[in-house]
């Protein structure tokens, strides 16, 4: 079995008809990424030669990542806010010469919503947030394949702790500690669950996160 099709039986029954696993094509593409290939339907890129340098756990869990990002419906669009955002504004100056009230206020509320989008697109403390919701949405995805929690959160520790040492540029090494951090304390929350739980023989602490 290749690892594409390895990682297709990865995807939960509710996305395998809408969501393809393909290798990237593009040059010196990222590890792992997702593009919208049309109206109602998902890619996920794998560089494999990237990829199959990583342990099997790991990439497991960076792969269901990828897919809780789909899940929360966090994946970057088409990019319609510039275009919206060059419309409302043109629209804005056209409205002015022939002063057309209504008309303007159309156009600047559009030019609004599209600046409003674009901001929240480049925000790094959202794309943070969406990145730490999506490796919630992996540990519990993980479970769902088998995995127990404590290494459900292991493994996800680990693939971050592999990435942040692969990882040259400063900003990018930052956002993978700020989520390793993120998992840390999500961890502990887990492990005081889990000790309330009458007869649980299993225990998490927050160093397992760190593989």
């Known amino acids: 079995m290749s690892e594409l099709q390895r990682l ?5 029954p509710e996305n395998q008809s809408w969501v393809f696993v393909e290798s990237a ?3 010196d593409p990222p590890l792992i990424d997702i593009e919208e290939i049309g109206s109602d339907e998902v890619e996920i890129q794998i560089d494999l030669e990237q990829w199959e340098e ?9 792969f269901w990542h990828e897919v809780g990002r ?10 319609w806010e510039m275009a919206a955002l060059a419309i409302g504004l043109g629209g804005a100056i056209g409205e002015l010469w022939v002063q057309d009230g209504l008309l303007l206020l159309m156009a600047l ?5 599209a600046g409003y989008r674009l901001y929240l697109k480049n925000n790094s403390e959202k794309r943070l947030q969406d990145a730490i919701f999506a490796d919630e949405r992996a540990i519990d995805l993980a479970c769902r394949f088998g995995y127990s929690v404590p290494n ?3 493994s996800l520790g ?38 309330q ?4 023989e299993e225990s998490i602490t927050s160093e397992n996160v760190y593989g």
């Not at 509320?109 to 919503?113: C, E």
Request: aromatic content about 6%; glycine content about 8%.
């Open 197 to 200: 739980q009458e007869g649980s």
């Open 70 to 79: 789909i899940q929360n419906d966090t994946i970057p669009r088409d990019g």
């Open 109 to 113: 509320g559009l030019s609004g919503f």
């Open 54 to 62: 990583l342990a099997i756990d790991h990439r497991n869990l960076l």
């Open 25 to 27: 094509a593009a040059i």
């Open 152 to 154: 459900s959160y292991k």
């Open 8 to 12: 297709k039986g990865l995807l939960p």
């Open 158 to 195: 680990g693939a971050l702790k592999e990435l942040i040492d692969k990882t040259r540029r400063k900003k990018n090494r930052s956002f993978y500690e700020d989520r390793l951090e993120a998992l840390r304390k999500s961890a502990e929350k887990a492990r005081a669950e889990m000790s």
